[in-house]
Each structure stands twice: as C-alpha cells, then as structure tokens.
C-alpha cells in the first residue's frame, strides 16, 4: 500500500501569503510571497528577495522559513587568503 503525504494548504503564515499553483501532495511546490516592506527570512545580503519556492517534505510540511522586516544589508565580507 502506498500513502501519499499531503502538506495541505491550511498554513498560516506571518507577513506573507502562499499559493499553490498545482496538489499538495509530497514533493509539490507552493510559492510564498512577502508582503510590502518584508523579505525572505534569513536573506540579509538582499533586500528584494521576496518570493521563495516551497517544496512539500518527506515529512508532510512545507519549508517555510517565512519573512521578515527589511533592514539593512550586511555586506559580502572579503577575507585575505
């Protein structure tokens, strides 16, 4: 017997919205979208990534890191090699 997982699309997100634009089920993608003035979490090098691919997981949750306030952008850090 095989069981299919399914990530659902009752999500609730902070500063964003999703959309499914195809199932749910294992492996199918959403797309998340921050809402004006928000970023893709953990993005401190870019301000204008707004809009991340999820995927649904092996576990039956999508991976959402979610979004956060725009603030300002740490620079690439050159070290001496």
Do not use: H
């Amino acid at each position: 017997m095989v069981f299919l997982l399914d990530c659902g699309r009752n999500i609730t997100t902070v500063n964003s919205r999703l959309q499914y634009p195809n199932t749910t089920d294992y492996m199918s993608s959403a797309i998340e979208t921050c809402e004006t003035g928000y970023r893709v979490r953990g993005n401190i090098r870019d301000n204008y990534v707004v809009q991340q691919a999820l995927v649904c997981g092996e576990n039956g949750l999508w991976n959402i890191t979610g979004c956060e306030r725009k603030g300002k952008v740490c620079p690439l850090l050159l070290t001496n090699m």
